[in-house]
């Protein structure tokens, strides 16, 4: 079982591995989820026999990984409109395109966190398929899916909980050290992205998931931390509400025993995946270690 200092450990990790590259989570994306696959989950759903409580939590989720995805594109658009430096390549938005900039990430991390709270009522809703697992807070679920899920590997979870983290020092600021906001841009990056700094509180401490290392805590302060890229998160947490989805459906065909049969779950791939699906599930976790939409 993953404990809570193993899973902090991992998003640290995964912070300080990328901080080399200058940035947390490269925009480098193999496959993007989009609304097409959301499309294929709810025609395969609408043949499922679901109670009115089952559904509609399947409903609302559906609807915030939507959402999820607009807001996504709707920052990338953005992007798209800033002016392209000559000499570096890098973008160089203005001081009205940097405020929206900050405004439509703001929103996109919002989204994220109410999506993750949908799914964690997706998981709620089907207690015979998840043992009666209910959780008030999104940290401890995060947990939960890392060690039900391990075959996606630790990426997928420091992704999670970066992305959580993230959006509470923006929404929270009274629980932490003050902080200031300001976008860069790196080559390796290959946009321009938010990052949140300041100075460490008076017992010396930073917030959980910052990183003491960059070029921002060298000229203004004593931590930063960067916003995950939007494309990475929504990834994320696509794999780990399809593997949800796969569990659901693979108990609820018909004759499904209450222990999951790999070849039911290959079978439920196949159907809320087609295009990315293995014939056995076997294969599926050795050949997508990462899940389908992998970064």
Do not use: C
């Not at 993953?2 to 080399?20: A, G, H, Y």
């Not at 989204?111 to 401890?140: C, I, M, Q, W």
């Not at 700094?197 to 000229?219: D, H, K, N, V």
């Not at 809320?272 to 014939?279: M, V, W, Y």
């Amino acid at each position: 079982m993953t404990s809570v200092v193993s899973i902090e450990s991992m998003v640290d990790e995964e912070l300080q591995r990328d901080q080399i590259f200058g940035t947390p989570m490269l925009k480098n994306i193999e496959v993007t989820f989009e609304t097409d696959d959301l499309n294929v989950w709810r025609k395969t759903f609408d043949r499922v026999n679901l109670n009115v409580y089952e559904g509609t939590a399947l409903r609302r989720l559906f609807d915030e990984l939507e959402n999820l995805v607009d807001v996504r594109d709707r920052v990338q658009d953005l992007r798209d409109t800033f002016a392209i430096s000559r000499q570096s390549g890098n973008e160089i938005p203005n001081e009205q395109q940097r405020r929206e900039l900050y405004l439509r990430t703001k929103t996109y991390f919002d989204t994220y966190y109410g999506t993750l709270s949908h799914l964690s009522s997706v998981v709620a809703r089907f207690s015979k398929v998840f043992e009666r697992r209910a959780f008030s807070d999104n940290r401890p679920f995060v947990r939960w899916l890392v060690d039900r899920y391990p075959d996606l590997g630790p990426a997928h979870g420091a992704g999670l909980e970066s992305a959580r983290l993230f959006r509470t020092i923006l929404n929270h600021p009274q629980q932490f050290p003050v902080s200031f906001w300001r976008t860069e841009t790196e080559p390796m990056r290959l946009n321009t992205y938010l990052v949140i700094y300041g100075p460490e509180s008076r017992a010396g401490r930073i917030p959980p998931g910052s990183t003491r290392e960059g070029r921002l805590r060298l000229e203004m302060g004593d931590w930063e931390m960067a916003a995950p890229s939007e494309f990475s998160v929504t990834n994320n947490i696509a794999s780990m509400s399809l593997l949800v989805l796969v569990d659901i459906l693979s108990q609820r065909k018909r004759g499904a025993s209450f222990y999951a049969d790999p070849r039911r779950s290959a079978d439920a791939i196949a159907d809320l995946s087609p295009q990315r699906a293995e014939t056995k599930w076997e294969l599926y976790v050795r050949d997508h270690p990462y899940g389908p939409w992998s970064h």
